[in-house]
């Protein structure tokens, strides 16, 4: 079945530094992959999603590219705020229920 | 779109009770999923629907789970005589089709 392997947290940045988490998953075929985030006390949102190839999404100024061929979706952002902090989780979809599979997620958490 | 709406918030109980949740989906969406997340744990798929039709069951599910949804739209999880394993957070999500899933807030079980 499809798996995600994904940075270990937590991740502690400065308010405005430049971020990356990175993710790599193993899937069979070619999924549609998906960062969610979950803030504080929170269910999951979704953040942002590709469904091929070379696709990138983006959302409130994070970013990431399905690279089929490092079958890697890395998230980044180029400046972060304190809202940020957060878990951010990376996803494959399991296309035969399109149930999805989580990873353990990466915490961040921004200084002022 | 009011968003997916999971019923309680907490729920505290004492082991060996049995406890029952309940999610309202967003209106239009034909599929339902419930997840269970455990601390510092991404979440786990328990089970999905198809309108009314559970289609899926993950051996996470033991026999004293169940879930309905019997006209399609809102769901229950039950769980018969608690353990102190299954204090979590409890996730909802819908979507229509293939499209993104869309979480709830969740229910936080704890067992005492």
Partial sequence: GNSVTQMEG????????FLTINCTYTATGYPS??????????????????TKADDKGSNKGFEATYRKE?????????????????VYFCAPENSSASKIIFGS???LSIRP | DTGVSQNPRHKITKRGQ???????PISEHNRLYWYRQTLGQGP?????????????????????????????????????????????????????????????DGTRLSIL
């Fill in chain 1, 33 to 50: 992959l998906f960062w969610y985030v979950q803030y504080p006390g929170e269910g999951l949102q979704l953040l942002l999603k590709a």
């Fill in chain 1, 70 to 86: 490092t079958t890697s979706f890395h998230l980044e952002k180029g400046s972060v705020q304190v809202s940020d902090s957060a």
């Fill in chain 2, 18 to 24: 049995n406890v029952t949740f309940r999610c309202d």
């Fill in chain 1, 105 to 107: 997620g990466t915490r």
């Fill in chain 2, 44 to 104: 786990e798929f328990l089970t999905y629907f198809q309108n009314e039709a559970q289609l899926e069951k993950s051996r996470l599910l033991s026999d004293r789970f169940s879930a309905e949804r019997p006209k399609g739209s809102f769901s229950t999880l039950e769980i018969q005589r608690t353990e102190q394993g299954d204090s979590a957070m409890y996730l909802c999500a819908s979507s229509l089709e293939d499209q993104p899933q869309h979480f709830g």
């Fill in chain 1, 10 to 17: 937590p991740v502690t940045l400065s308010e405005e530094a």
